[in-house]
């Protein structure tokens, strides 16, 4: 395909479909791929554990996109951030949280923030946020990995986010997380911190982590929480001091005894933690998306009519589930699908059409809303079985409301689950704009 079909074909959203159905020319050569992302990775034997640990991690296929849906997903992104950043809403999820929610985390805004989103021929649909998104750094090595080994590449799209070198624009937005917090030396120490964290299925991405700080002139180390001391006013791991922590922790709230150390030492403002537990309930907790699609709480809490517009088209509507109404939740479920309130991970999560009865019972004594159903986006590809349909969603990395990188996850199932042979994450490719006549 010509680069002048391809930019043709733009035009039309029906034809990114077709692509997405069809194309198939621009799958990886495994070889290729190891080869650059050994390079990418710039440590012997990663690209290795990677694959080991994590063998559908990586799709052989991209995901294409157009224009109009990375700009609604943006529109989206803005009526929600404009929305969190008002004091109507701070004030109503703040006043009775949790002391730690309380906390004025200094500034920081709270790296790596995922709006994920499924999309359709002309609608895109906000299913979830969350705070600790993982994949950002690998989604940005796989895209530079299959531009050097997949030239065609750069005939027919370009990738969708952020361009250049995205490493060097994580280590900034850490130091800016820093300096927000009022901090005037240079930040000197990070510590990568998740609950066993050499048993986590993103293991790899820690290590590229910590090789990305070192070659920016930072200490980094990967630890669990219970490694943490918090003494002398500074928290440490095996005698280094902390400046900052990056937080993978599921543990959002720092309740568990393992994260005492951490609890006490954000506490005290003795380190700069990221992303922090008040940004996970001012935007994470499922139970703001039924705040979001509600129009009464959004007229109430001041919200312009043009932003109320973006936010009820574009995220689907929410409830929390009421056992008053369990009889009509019941008849609609088939339409809706159920998600734990503070879940994560598509943990404890399911489709209406799904659920069995004793499933039903569970999710009315638990702490659970509900959310319309959106059909995710479809890319046919293949895998050592044979031709296989895919289904994905949309992940964009944003960062003080600007978005980073946009990446997609394939998978089959009910939800996201990097356990499908063929799927994984994939780089996202949108048809570059026309490019104008020159006049005369």
Known sequence: ????????????????????????????????????????????????????????????????????????????IDAVESVVNSPPWREHLLHAADDIVQHDPRGAKSVFMGYDFHIGADAVGLIEINTNAGGALLNAV?????????????QLAVPAGTEGTLDQAIVAMFQREWRLSG????????????????????????????????????????????????????????????????????????????SAALREAYLADAVVLTPHPQAHALYADKRNLALLTDP???????????????????IPHTEVVDPAHADRLWAARKGLFFKPAAGYGSKAAWRGDKITRRVWGEILAGDYVAQALVPPGERHGSSDLGPLLFKYDLRNYVYDGAVQWVAARLYQGQTTNFRTPGGGFAPVYSCRPPVPAIPG
Not at 213 to 231: K, S, T, Y
Not at 302 to 312: D, F, H, K, W
């Open 1 to 76: 395909m010509t680069e002048t079909v391809a930019n043709a074909l733009c035009d039309y959203p029906e034809a990114l479909t077709a692509l997405n159905r069809e194309c198939f020319c621009l799958s990886l050569d495994e070889t290729a791929l190891s080869q650059a992302l050994e390079a990418e990775l710039g440590e012997p034997g990663l690209y290795q554990l990677t694959r080991t640990r994590c063998p559908y991690l990586f799709s052989a296929q991209p995901v294409f996109v157009t224009q109009a849906h990375l700009r609604r997903m943006g529109a989206v």
């Open 142 to 154: 796989l895209a530079r990995a299959q531009r050097a080994c997949c030239p065609d590449i750069t």
């Open 183 to 258: 901090q005037r030396r240079p930040l000197a120490t990070v510590a990568i911190v998740d609950e066993r964290p050499n048993e986590q299925y993103l293991y790899p991405e820690f290590v590229l982590f910590r090789e990305v700080f070192q070659r920016h002139g930072i200490a980094a180390v990967i630890a669990a929480p219970e490694q943490l001391r918090f003494d002398g006013g500074a928290l440490q791991v095996d005698g280094l001091a902390i400046d900052l922590v990056y937080n993978r922790l599921t543990d959002f709230l720092l309740e568990q005894p393992a």
């Open 296 to 314: 009464d709480t959004l007229a109430a809490m001041g919200v312009p009519g043009a932003i109320q517009q973006v936010l009820l088209a574009g």
